[in-house]
């Protein structure tokens, strides 16, 4: 409205402009937050893969990530499973397999994993000449397109499978308890009851790390990618199957 002094709001205009000024300092607020969430490096971050690597690699590595950001948390989710990152299931994931249903996905290949053959100390001076003899550990039929058993079925019809589980931590506790002969990762070395019975990889698969395509504008989310990929980069030889073996072997 325009008077002698120049333009005065309307009542209207009153209500008008502080509606607007609420609505302005919402929108400055959410905007420092979500500055704020996207820098800070703290909270949580869920991180998701088959259970060896966490079992015998990852959680190795917690105490140096905890040493170097404290007010940081991972939740670590062993799971066979594609997680859905549009639907904030998973943060990070490590995966054997690419995928190709989630169009949110950053893919990137971090390596190769090692596969060997594995068995109790009982099996340790059978050898591998003497494999289809022996008992076997395999996936059910749920898990029959997996490299690994399609790997048995080049060694011949003929190897007898004792056991068949659904997924590799059973496998691996199968295995170590004299079930049969198993292939198993190679950096699961040589422990306990579990014997490395080949002398050099018998498959490799690759891994690929995943993350949300906006994950990289995320501290934290950065923060845990780029750490798994230098403890990868400093495990790359025994994951790949290039150390070589130690202890007992099988003779061939």
Same mark, same amino acid.
């Given at each position: 409205?325009?008077?002698?002094?120049?333009?005065?709001?309307?009542?209207?205009?009153?209500?008008?402009?502080?509606?607007?000024?609420?609505?302005?300092?919402?929108?400055?607020?959410?905007?420092?937050?979500?500055?704020?969430?996207?820098?800070?490096?703290?909270?949580?971050?869920?991180?998701?893969?088959?259970?060896?690597?966490?079992?015998?690699?990852?959680?190795?590595?917690?105490?140096?990530?905890?040493? #170097?950001?404290?007010? %940081?948390? @991972?939740?670590?989710?062993? *799971? =066979?499973?594609? &997680?859905?990152?549009?639907?904030?299931? #998973?943060?990070?994931? %490590?995966? @054997?397999?690419?995928?190709? *249903? =989630?169009?949110? &996905?950053?893919?990137?290949?971090?390596?190769?994993?090692?596969?060997?053959?594995?068995?109790?100390?009982?099996?340790?001076?059978?050898?591998?000449?003497?494999?289809?003899?022996?008992?076997?550990?395999?996936?059910?039929?749920?898990?029959?397109?997996?490299?690994?058993?399609?790997?048995?079925?080049?060694?011949?019809?003929?190897?007898?499978?004792?056991?068949?589980?659904?997924?590799?931590?059973?496998?691996?506790?199968?295995?170590?308890?004299?079930?049969?002969?198993?292939?198993?990762?190679?950096?699961?070395?040589?422990?306990?009851?579990?014997?490395?019975?080949?002398?050099?990889?018998?498959?490799?698969?690759?891994?690929?790390?995943?993350?949300?395509?906006?994950?990289?504008?995320?501290?934290?989310?950065?923060?845990?990618?780029?750490?798994?990929?230098?403890?990868?980069?400093?495990?790359?030889?025994?994951?790949?199957?290039?150390?070589?073996?130690?202890?007992?072997?099988?003779?061939?």
């Amino acid at each position: 409205m325009r008077t002698a002094a120049g333009y005065e709001l309307t009542k209207a205009g009153e209500v008008f402009v502080a509606h607007a000024e609420q609505i302005h300092d919402r929108i400055n607020t959410m905007i420092a937050t979500c500055v704020s969430e996207a820098s800070s490096l703290s909270g949580v971050v869920r991180v998701t893969a088959v259970d060896f690597l966490f079992d015998y690699w990852l959680v190795d590595q917690l105490p140096g990530l905890a040493a #170097a950001h404290p007010q %940081l948390h @991972l939740e670590l989710i062993a *799971s =066979d499973s594609n &997680l859905s990152f549009t639907h904030s299931e #998973a943060d990070v994931a %490590l995966r @054997l397999s690419k995928p190709t *249903s =989630d169009a949110a &996905l950053l893919m990137k290949k971090v390596g190769d994993v090692a596969f060997a053959v594995y068995g109790a100390r009982e099996f340790a001076d059978i050898p591998s000449a003497r494999w289809n003899d022996m008992p076997w550990i395999s996936y059910g039929e749920s898990l029959s397109h997996t490299p690994e058993t399609e790997w048995m079925a080049t060694r011949g019809l003929n190897i007898p499978v004792r056991l068949r589980v659904n997924n590799l931590g059973t496998m691996i506790h199968a295995c170590a308890a004299g079930n049969g002969l198993a292939l198993l990762p190679w950096v699961l070395g040589e422990q306990g009851n579990l014997i490395r019975l080949s002398e050099s990889p018998e498959l490799h698969r690759a891994l690929w790390l995943l993350s949300h395509r906006e994950a990289g504008s995320i501290a934290r989310f950065k923060t845990v990618s780029e750490w798994i990929l230098a403890n990868f980069k400093a495990s790359a030889a025994n994951m790949a199957g290039l150390t070589s073996s130690s202890g007992l072997t099988a003779r061939n």
